[in-house]
């Protein structure tokens, strides 16, 4: 099972909210119930598991990592058999901590942390000229890229893409795909040699606004300490709601 490792505009007023049950006046109630829903699916749970305050764990036979998702302040913690007496003695703090986690469970391998972000906002219109990407544009922007980073973004794998060029070839890709229903999971790729020149937020742009209208939910997951991707996130108006936790088992 894999659930992955990118927006401020505020809602209209017309929107109903969540409130008390996700406490962010930027989040509309509709979304906020689709959001529980495809987390709770994710994570093999119920959607009740994702209000409030509590925390879930949730045992699944067929996990080979532990994961641990907070998401508006309640907190599902999953995890494979082998792996429940070790957890059950973390503290609150410890159960955010994929090094205490790791240590925990001896000869697993912490993958990180990541900012959870959400949007059902369309962004402003791209400044670039954004276009359909091709293999080749999203290839050549790839190989421009260390390797970890390009595996980050995920762009090669996603179903929807666009692309922006200058006048030397494609310098931008940005891509959504449909996760557990009615979630869009983004992620865009930029040409080191080509960043701070809003390449980046306009092939963004263009995919949120693409999942928006496909009448998804946009969601993006930032990997902590991603600060120019958390920047990237609040120009375009996303919603920071939750964190996701992933240490990978032996």
């Known amino acids: 099972m894999s659930l992955g490792l990118a927006w401020c505009r505020r809602s209209p007023p017309e929107r109903a909210t969540l409130g008390g049950m996700f406490g962010d006046p930027d989040v509309p109630q509709r979304d906020g119930v689709r959001l529980r829903a495809a987390w709770a699916d994710a994570l093999g749970t119920a959607p009740s598991a994702l209000e409030g305050s509590g925390v879930t764990r949730v045992v699944r036979d067929a996990l080979d990592a532990v994961i641990v998702v907070e998401l508006a302040g309640a907190t599902v913690v999953a995890a494979p058999p082998s792996a429940k007496a070790a957890l059950a003695g973390l503290s609150a703090d410890a159960r955010h901590d994929v090094d205490a986690i790791a240590a925990a469970l001896p000869g697993s391998r912490a993958i990180g942390s990541a900012n959870l972000l959400f949007t059902g906002v369309r962004p402003a219109h791209p400044a670039h000229e954004v276009a359909e990407a091709s293999s080749l544009d999203v290839a050549t922007v790839g190989a421009a890229l260390p390797e970890e980073e390009w595996a980050e973004a995920g762009v090669q794998q996603m179903e929807h893409r666009w692309a922006v060029h200058d006048g030397a070839g494609p310098v931008a890709v940005a891509g959504f795909q449909r ?3 009615s979630v869009a999971h983004l992620g865009v790729a930029v040409a080191p040699d080509r960043r701070g020149q809003g390449y980046a937020d306009s ?26 991707s958390l920047r990237l996130a609040d120009r375009l108006g ?8 992933t240490v990978r088992l032996s």
């Open 238 to 245: 996303f919603t920071r709601l939750g964190r996701q936790s």
């Open 203 to 228: 092939a963004a742009a263009r995919a949120v606004t693409a999942a928006i209208d496909a009448g998804l939910i946009a969601q993006w997951r930032c990997r902590v300490g991603n600060d120019a």
């Open 179 to 181: 996760w557990h229903g």
